[in-house]
């Protein structure tokens, strides 16, 4: 049986246009070439994580679609039906070798060879703006998160106890069922509210002590888990208490979800969502259509801060500066524009209130054009959250430079196989 996959798939299309050499070089420094067994294709595996965000598609669906797809075995650099299929599992242990370094690496590699696309006018034109990638966490609240502290506490409790530890657990059937109760009742007052967070920190204390107590009981491994489990434990207290006492709603660092200690409130004051709660992306738009990833942080950056990022991540992507930067208001300052002006950078911030005499400004008809350009960035933000996945990243926190980063990569092949 013959399979002839058409010149003009979209998969086919996209497979020129991506840097695998340089790609498989780079993820390939990941790995050790002296120990361990041998590893599953670079080429196959860095394909699949490309085609699952091109496709929104999980690890096992991607890898059944890799058996009978041969436009896709095509993309992933197979050229007949018979070869080597990897197991759904080793998708998340190829992942967990990439850091942020590397993506970093395989977004510039790729831009590089894809920037031709870009018509010569705006190839070393840039636009940057921010936007939050949310966290695959539920919405917090002080009394969601209290009753999680405690309901992961009395399980470290009673780990140590299936361990051998001689300890009792008093409460946690009574504890289990006022939080049952608390929740199913629909309409809560403030004093209800509070009451019940204070009985939550004062049985999740109890269960702090009752650990400390035993936990030098236990195998070391244990101990080292349980402890990871009382040190999110006990600073979720504190901050609470903290807030109780001082009648507030702002803590520092703080906790919003036990499983993922890092993840911070980024307050973004839009309609709707003023607050979402995940990692603050800065990103690039080069050339007009190419996307890069300038900054990744679970803290609330200044937008000022995103123009010298830009500058340094685009110069050293192509070893100049751009010859024009556009970014809303939200990003000036006089620093700014006096770095793009030492630097003979047309300035495309938007000034916010009164522009200053002593302002250098473009001729008007450029300052004209570099403000309808602005909105380039906001298509582009809604294209990944809508069609890539940017809407709330499904791995674990820690990756979240996965999961952007290989969204990226697919919107550039795709920008670039449709031109």
Same mark, same amino acid.
């Given at each position: 049986m013959q399979v002839e996959v058409p010149e003009d798939h979209e998969l086919v299309k996209m497979e020129k246009e991506i840097d695998w050499e340089a790609m498989a070089e780079i993820v390939g420094k990941r790995y050790s070439g002296k120990t361990g067994r041998n590893s599953k294709s670079l080429r196959m595996m860095?394909?699949?994580?490309?085609?699952?965000?091109? /496709?929104?598609?999980?690890?096992?669906?991607?890898?059944d679609q890799l058996k009978v797809d041969m436009a896709l075995k095509?993309?992933? +650099?197979?050229?007949?039906? +018979?070869?080597?299929?990897?197991?759904?599992?080793?998708?998340?242990?190829?992942?967990? $070798?990439?850091?942020?370094?590397?993506?970093?690496?395989?977004? %510039?590699?790729?831009?590089? =060879?894809?920037?031709?696309?870009?018509p010569r006018r705006n190839r070393y034109q840039i636009i940057t703006d921010s936007t939050c990638?949310?966290?695959?966490?539920? /919405?917090?609240?002080?009394? =969601?998160?209290?009753?999680?502290?405690?309901?992961?506490?009395?399980?470290?409790? %009673?780990?140590? $106890?299936?361990?051998?530890?001689d300890l009792l657990i008093r409460g946690k059937?009574?504890?289990?069922?006022?939080?049952?109760?608390?929740?199913? =009742?629909?309409?809560?007052?403030?004093?209800?509210?509070?009451e019940m967070n204070k009985k939550l920190i004062r049985e999740s204390k109890k269960m702090v002590h009752l650990l400390k107590e035993n936990l030098h009981q236990a195998k070391e491994a244990v101990q080292t888990k349980v402890q990871a489990t009382l040190n999110t434990a006990e600073t979720i207290l504190a901050q609470q208490m903290e807030m109780i006492r001082t009648k507030t709603r702002r803590v520092k660092d703080r906790i919003v979800s036990f499983h993922e200690p890092k993840v911070r409130p980024i307050f973004r004051g839009k309609a709707g969502k003023q607050?979402?709660? +995940?990692?603050?992306?800065?990103?690039? &738009?080069?050339? +007009?259509?190419?996307?890069?990833?300038?900054?990744?942080?679970?803290?609330?950056?200044?937008?000022?801060?995103? &123009?010298?990022?830009?500058?340094?991540?685009?110069?050293?992507?192509?070893?100049?500066?751009?010859?024009?930067?556009?970014v809303d208001r939200g990003a000036h300052s006089p620093k700014n524009h006096e770095l793009l002006n030492q630097k003979k950078i047309i300035d495309g911030i938007q000034y916010r209130g009164k522009i200053p005499?002593?302002?250098?400004?473009?001729?008007?008809?450029?300052?004209? $054009?570099? /403000?309808?350009?602005?909105?380039? &960035?906001?298509?582009?933000?809604?294209?990944? =959250?809508?069609?890539?996945?940017?809407?709330?990243?499904?791995y674990k926190n820690k990756n979240a430079h996965v999961w952007i980063g290989f969204a990226f990569i697919a919107m550039n092949a795709t920008w670039a196989a449709a031109r």
């Amino acid at each position: 049986m013959q399979v002839e996959v058409p010149e003009d798939h979209e998969l086919v299309k996209m497979e020129k246009e991506i840097d695998w050499e340089a790609m498989a070089e780079i993820v390939g420094k990941r790995y050790s070439g002296k120990t361990g067994r041998n590893s599953k294709s670079l080429r196959m595996m860095i394909g699949l994580e490309i085609a699952k965000r091109k /496709y929104g598609l999980s690890d096992e669906a991607i890898v059944d679609q890799l058996k009978v797809d041969m436009a896709l075995k095509v993309f992933c +650099g197979f050229n007949e039906w +018979g070869h080597d299929l990897p197991e759904a599992s080793s998708m998340s242990r190829f992942r967990a $070798r990439l850091d942020e370094e590397t993506l970093r690496q395989l977004e %510039e590699v790729n831009i590089r =060879k894809m920037i031709r696309k870009a018509p010569r006018r705006n190839r070393y034109q840039i636009i940057t703006d921010s936007t939050c990638v949310e966290a695959n966490v539920t /919405y917090p609240t002080d009394s =969601k998160l209290l009753s999680k502290a405690y309901q992961n506490l009395s399980r470290a409790a %009673e780990r140590l $106890r299936e361990e051998g530890v001689d300890l009792l657990i008093r409460g946690k059937h009574t504890m289990k069922k006022t939080i049952r109760s608390f929740n199913l =009742k629909r309409r809560k007052t403030q004093q209800e509210i509070v009451e019940m967070n204070k009985k939550l920190i004062r049985e999740s204390k109890k269960m702090v002590h009752l650990l400390k107590e035993n936990l030098h009981q236990a195998k070391e491994a244990v101990q080292t888990k349980v402890q990871a489990t009382l040190n999110t434990a006990e600073t979720i207290l504190a901050q609470q208490m903290e807030m109780i006492r001082t009648k507030t709603r702002r803590v520092k660092d703080r906790i919003v979800s036990f499983h993922e200690p890092k993840v911070r409130p980024i307050f973004r004051g839009k309609a709707g969502k003023q607050t979402e709660f +995940g990692p603050k992306l800065a990103l690039n &738009v080069i050339g +007009g259509g190419l996307v890069q990833t300038t900054r990744l942080s679970n803290d609330n950056f200044s937008d000022t801060e995103m &123009v010298p990022n830009s500058l340094k991540i685009n110069h050293h992507t192509f070893g100049r500066d751009p010859t024009e930067l556009i970014v809303d208001r939200g990003a000036h300052s006089p620093k700014n524009h006096e770095l793009l002006n030492q630097k003979k950078i047309i300035d495309g911030i938007q000034y916010r209130g009164k522009i200053p005499k002593n302002a250098t400004l473009p001729p008007p008809r450029t300052m004209k $054009r570099m /403000y309808r350009q602005r909105s380039t &960035v906001e298509g582009k933000i809604g294209t990944f =959250k809508t069609a890539y996945g940017g809407h709330r990243n499904q791995y674990k926190n820690k990756n979240a430079h996965v999961w952007i980063g290989f969204a990226f990569i697919a919107m550039n092949a795709t920008w670039a196989a449709a031109r």
